[in-house]
């Protein structure tokens, strides 16, 4: 393994700095920046607006996302859209970054204090902190929410290819579908958060876990055909509505579920491996259902794994609303 791997990198050496530089930016995103974001936004939030909090939170991630790829795609394309180009994106990147850093660090207050002896505590602190959350049922049932919400989320990326193919869209038609799901995700997301602190997170997240699993039980019983263009219209709306609107609450189940705010990072940490899994095994599964049956069947067959997914996490929150509202009794 060693010798292959030192062959790889002494003949492409381009490939080695790219892996350094990806695992680099996972570490300093997905690693250590995302638990430090959900606990800060639980924080930001007042006990009664955890819904709103988390709600602009996505919506503000995907408008960031929205007009940020937008701008420097049309740099990159002003620039001559060459190697050249690319650096000069990548290095305005990193300057942004930077910029954000320096914000963050004069902005934001460090709530935990310094000095050797409360460095010891906090390690304590927080082994003591991991066995408390796995004891915790309800980190659980949130853990499986967000998985299976996830999962729903790789079903919504099937929508392009599926309306390209089933219902010969085109590729410019299919695509247009998926630039109007980023659009839905930046308003649901926000109108979620509203209807979450309005009516309760808990029985918001199962409203929408309805909603999406109704949508994928459609498409996996119906057959898609070009006649049916506006069935697959209503349908996608519906089902990115309740996709991206239980992203951008979800999370808001902690509060509500009683999960103590000092392992608010633990708890996300361990909810985050189990609820972001799916980017390990749905594109395996996605990728054998769709080889042994193409076309229609296929879509058809994995659009009803990811129902049966949903239902699941349909369960789990009807289980979360449960114990809520027997605590609140």
């Not at 859209?81 to 990147?93: C, N, P, R, T, Y």
């Not at 460095?119 to 998985?147: C, D, S, Y």
Request: aromatic share 12%; glycine share 12%.
């Amino acid at each position: 393994m060693t010798a292959v791997g030192g062959f790889v990198f002494s003949t492409m050496p381009s490939f080695g700095i790219c892996l350094f530089l990806y695992g680099s930016w996972g570490v300093a995103t997905a690693c250590v920046f995302w638990s430090a974001l959900i606990k800060a936004t639980r924080k930001w939030g007042a006990k009664n607006e955890q819904g709103r909090a988390f709600g602009f939170l996505e919506g503000g991630r995907n408008f960031v996302g929205m007009t940020s790829a937008s701008i420097l795609m049309l740099i990159f394309a002003w620039r001559g859209a060459g190697d050249a180009a690319l650096s000069e994106v990548i290095l305005l990147l990193a300057l942004f970054t930077l910029v954000l850093a320096v914000l963050v660090r004069t902005t934001m207050k460090d709530d935990m204090e310094q000095g050797e002896k409360v460095q010891k505590h906090r390690l304590t602190l927080n082994l003591a902190g991991i066995i408390e959350v796995l004891k915790l049922p309800m980190v659980w049932f949130i853990a499986i929410i967000i998985m299976t919400a996830y999962v729903g989320l790789w079903g919504a990326i099937l929508f392009t290819p599926y309306a390209s193919e089933i219902f010969e869209l085109g590729a410019v038609l299919g695509g247009a579908i998926g630039t109007g799901k980023l659009w839905v995700a930046f308003f649901a997301a926000i109108a979620a958060g509203y209807l979450a602190d309005k009516i309760g997170c808990a029985k918001a997240v199962l409203g929408l876990f309805v909603l999406m699993t109704s949508g994928f039980l459609l498409f996996g019983l119906v057959p898609g055909a070009p006649t049916l263009l506006p069935f697959l219209l209503i349908n996608v709306t519906l089902i990115a509505v309740a996709v991206y609107a239980l992203r951008g609450i979800y999370f808001s189940l902690l509060e509500q579920g009683g999960i103590p705010l000092a392992v608010t990072g633990i708890a996300t940490g361990f909810v985050s491996v189990i609820g972001y899994s799916p980017d390990i095994f749905m594109p395996i599964i996605g990728g054998i259902i769709l080889d042994a049956n193409p076309g229609t069947v296929g879509y058809q067959n994995l659009f009803l794994v990811v129902t049966a997914f949903c239902f699941v996490g349909l369960i789990s929150a009807y289980v979360v609303y449960r114990k809520i509202q027997v605590s609140r009794a």
